[in-house]
């Protein structure tokens, strides 16, 4: 459903990511690791159309459900963001808007991309909130975001993007700032939403603990290049990269359980 063909990304002229290849099923997890500056924010921000910084993809393809998006309007991307494709980041709290609560800018949301009265859009929002496991959801619609813990905002992060069932589901980072605890229960409540929604999902995560537990497949990244890739297995039991190997040996526990 997701096709990335041999894409360079260049800021300003500059070629950041190289020749980065990646096929994604429905339903599929895909995991892109590396250490930082390797460029997979890079990568998921060009699948989004949102490269910053005067970003560009210079070369290659990258296609969703067999469409470029490389040719995709304003409108065409207005339709896409946020109901077929969707993004989480690091910290939902950043992103939130501080000053308001956080029901008015999740009704806002959805109110953006489908027909609804604010009350609809309101029910909406708690259904999500609840599914998160987010207790009592109309007190977190009435607080403001940093009335919440770094995990219940991320959970309020997942909610909105899952809203309107996403085809994919593009998280960047979004367990890095969380305890492994809560970390490890927002990875299987992604997880349960795969299952629930059938959504592919791109991981990026510096922690190859997270791609294991959760990826069908992993993208190993350094300077702007794939330096290791394939199904789960392949990369944790049998990888040639001493890079993976390297990170694999790194790796800390998840919720006191070591995956690799
Ligand atoms: N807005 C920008 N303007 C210019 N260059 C950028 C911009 N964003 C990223 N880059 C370049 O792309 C490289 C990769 O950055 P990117 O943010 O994709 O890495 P990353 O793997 O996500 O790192 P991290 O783990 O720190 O988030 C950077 O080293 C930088 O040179
Ligand atoms: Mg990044």
């Known amino acids: 459903m997701l096709e990335l063909k041999n894409v360079t990304i260049s800021y300003k002229d500059r070629p950041t990511v190289k020749n980065f290849d990646l096929s994604l099923g429905q339903g599929k997890i895909c995991s892109i690791v590396g250490e930082s500056g390797s460029g997979k924010t890079t990568v998921i921000r060009a699948v989004l159309g949102l490269l910053g910084g005067g970003g560009k993809v210079t070369g290659g393809d990258i296609l969703f459900e067999g469409r470029s998006l490389l040719s995709n309007t304003k409108e ?31 009704v806002e949301y959805i109110c953006t991309h489908e027909k609804v009265s604010k009350k609809e859009a309101w029910e909406r929002g708690i259904e999500m909130l609840e599914r998160m496991r987010l207790p009592s959801g109309d007190n977190i619609m009435k607080s403001y975001p940093f009335q919440l813990s770094g995990g219940m905002r991320q959970r309020v992060g997942i909610a ?7 085809k994919l ?7 890095s700032a969380l305890d492994v605890t809560t970390q490890a229960q927002i990875v299987r409540q992604m997880m349960e939403l795969r299952d629930a929604y059938k959504t592919s999902i791109i991981m990026v995560t510096h922690n190859l603990g997270v791609a294991a537990y959760m990826a069908d497949h ?41 995956y690799v």
Do not use: C
């Open 76 to 106: 065409e991307w207005r339709k896409l963001r946020g109901t077929d494709i969707s993004m989480i980041f690091q910290d939902s709290g950043a992103m939130t808007n501080q000053t308001r609560v956080i029901g008015k800018q999740f």
């Open 218 to 258: 992993i993208v190993v990244m350094k300077n702007g290049k794939i330096v290791d890739a394939g199904d789960r297995e392949q990369i944790l039991r049998h990888s040639q990269s001493e890079y993976t190997k390297n990170l694999l040996e790194a790796v800390p526990s998840l919720g006191g359980v070591r």
């Open 169 to 175: 589901l593009l998280a960047d980072e979004p367990t």
């Open 160 to 166: 909105m993007a899952m809203t309107f069932q996403p």
